[in-house]
C-alpha cells in the first residue's frame, strides 16, 4: 500500500513541477530552460512568507504572483526579442537560469535556508501511515490539472491558445493576437514553476540550486508528454512510478536515473512518447 | 598600422621588471604568513562554512593582535570548493601554486579532501584537516584534529542500547566517501555489540528525494535510526521528509552540527548528536571564545560549532607549530605538529596519535526549541588506530 502511495505522490510531485514547463512548450515550442530558476524563485518566494512570519500557506499565491512578475518581465525583455529563432531562445533561457540562481545566491546567499511547513507528521490513510504533505501535493496536482484543462478548453483565451498550438499562421490570419497569447503563456508558465516550487520546499531544503536536480527530469517529461496535459499525467505515472520501483527493489542510486534513461528509450522507440497522435 | 619602436617597448619591460623585484624585496621583510582555507562556501556545505571562515578570522585576529607567528603576520586565502572533488581541485591549485599559501587548514567534504591531497603532496605544505571524518586518511603532510568514527558512532549505539534496548538498526547515507565510511563501522559497531542492521541505504549526495529509503525503514520496523548523510542540504531534506513520514524512533544522526539542528526548527526535535564540541561546554576558554566570537560579529555571527571549534583550534596549532619548529619549513612543521599541545574551547588538544586526537566526546539531544541538551560525556576517547603506517 505505501508503495502505491510513493508511486502516486511522487508523481503528483512531478506533475506539478512539470506543467508550467509543458504549457510553455505547447504554446511557444521552445523548451524553457529557465524552469530550474523559476522553481528557485518559487522556493525563495516561500521563505520570504515564513521570514515575514505569514502562515505558510500564503506561500502559494505570493509564490504563483512574483512568479508571474519574473514571468512578464523577462518574457518582454529577453524572451519576445527571440520568437523567430527558437534554438537561441533555448539558449537564452538556459542562460537566465543561471543569472537568476546567481541574483539569488547574491540577494540571499549560498546558504541552504528552512521554510516553515504547512503541516507535519504522518496520518493514516488506506491502511498505512503516510506523509500527511505529500498526500496534499496529490490533492494540489488534481486541482492545477482540473484548473488548466478548464483554462484551455473553457475560456475564450483558452480557445485562442490552443488554436496557436495547433497552427500559429492560420491563428494570426484569423485575427488571434498570438504574441498576446504567448505573453500569457510564459507569465502563466513562469508563474506555474514558482508555485511547484514553493509547494516542493516542504520536502526539500531552500538554497540557490533548489530547481536544477529537477529540470532535467522534467524537460524529459515534457519531451515524452506532447503537449497534452493528460499525456503528462501519465508520463509522470509511469516513469515517476519506475523511478519508485528501481529505488525500491534495486538502488536509489540508480532510480536517480530512471526517468531520464527510460524517456530517452521511449522516445527512441515512439518518438510522439505518451501523445496519442 | 604604426609599429611600436622596438627599443622603447624593451626599456619600458625592462623598467616593469625591475619594479616587480624590487617590490618583491621589500616585501620580503615584513612577508605574512599564508593560511588556506578551501572551504564549500556552495554546495551541500554552504550551511556550515561560513561558521568556519569566521572562527578562522577571530583566530587569526587574535594571533595579529598579539604579534603574529614569529614576528610575522597571518594572513587568510579562502576559495571555494563546490564541495566536492572538482571544486576542491581547482581551490588547492589556485591556493597552494598562485597565492601560494604556507598551510592549508581547512574543513571541507571527504571527496573535497581526498581531491585536495595529492595536490598538497606535490606542493608539499601542511594540511590541518578539521573536520569530523570517516577516518584512515593517511598522509605525510596531513594532521586531523577532529574525530573519526572510533570516536564518535560509539556513544550514540552505547547509549541506544542502554536507553531504548535498541537491538535492530536501519542505516541512511549520502552516497560518499563520508557516509559509506561512517556507516560501514558504525554497522560493524553495532554487529559486535549483539545489534541487528535491518538497512543500510544510500542516495547520491545532490539527491532530494528519499521517498523510497523512508518506505523501506518504515516497513523493516527497526528500534532505531543512525543517519549519516552529506552535512547540509541532504541532511536538512531527510531529516524533513522522515518527520513528514511520521517517523518517530531514537534517531541518531551522525552529521548534524548544532547550528543546522537550531535552524532546522521543530523537524531535529530528538535528534541525537555526538561530537567533540557543544555551545554550551562549561570551561573558561570556551566562555573567553563564545564572547570573543560574539564580539567580533555580532548579528552575523553563525553559531559556532563541532566543525568550526577545530578551525579555530587547528590555526592555533598551526602557531604553535610554527613557533616550536623556528620556521615555517614544512618537515620542522610537520613533526611539530605532532608534538605541540592546544588548549582551546574542547579543552586540550594534541595530535599525538598516528596524525589524529584523542578527543572529549559529548552526547546530547537537541531540544524542541533548537538547543542541545547534554545527555553524557566521555572522556579524552582514542581516536585508535587510524594510520600505524605513518611515523
Redesign the interface.
Known sequence: M??IL?II??AAILYVVCAGLLIVFGVMKIINFAHGGFLTVGGYSALLVTKMGWHPWWGIPVSFAIGCVCGMVIERLVVRPLYARPLDAILATWGLGIIIGQLI?LGFG?????V??PV????DFAGA??????LILVGAAIVLGLALSAALNGTRLGLQTRAVIMNENLARGLGINSGLVRFITFTLGAGLASLAGALIT????V???LGV?WLVGAFMLVMVSGMSLVSLAIACLVLGGAQ?LV??YG???L??LTIVVLAALLLRLRPQGFARE | MKAIPVARLASTLGALCAGALMLSTVAQGADPIKIGIPVG???AN??V??SVVQSAELAVEEINAKGGILGRKVVLEVADDGSGAAGAQKAFDSLLFQKKVDAIITMETSAARNAGLPIVTRAKKPFIYTSFYEGRSCNKYLYVNAWVPDQQVAPVVDYFMKKYNSKTYFLIGS?YAYGRGMLAFTRKYAESKGGKILGE????M????W???I??L??AKPDALITSTAG??PN??LT??L????VNIPYGNLAVDEGTAK?????ADGIYISGSYLTNIDSAKNKEFMAAMQKKFGADLKTPNDLSVPQYEGVYAYKAAVEKAGSTDTDKVIKALGEVAVEGPRGKIQMNKQRHAPLTIYLGQVQKDGNVKLLETFKDVDPGEQCPNIK
Open positions: 505505501a508503495q510513493d505522490t511522487t545566491t549560498r546558504e541552504v535556508q528552512f516553515q511547513s507535519r507528521g504522518a496520518i501511515s503516510y506523509s500527511q504533505y505529500r516542504p520536502l526539500s531544503s538554497d540557490p540550486n536536480p519508485v529505488s525500491t538502488n536509489p542510486v532510480g536517480g | 562556501l556552495s554546495g554552504s550551511v562554512a561560513p552516497d541505504e544510500y542516495l547520491p545532490d539527491g532530494t528525494d521517498t523510497a529509503i518506505s523501506k518504515k516497513a547540509g542540504a536538512v531534506t524533513k521528509q518527520r513528514a513520514a511520521g535552524s532546522m526548527g521543530a523537524d
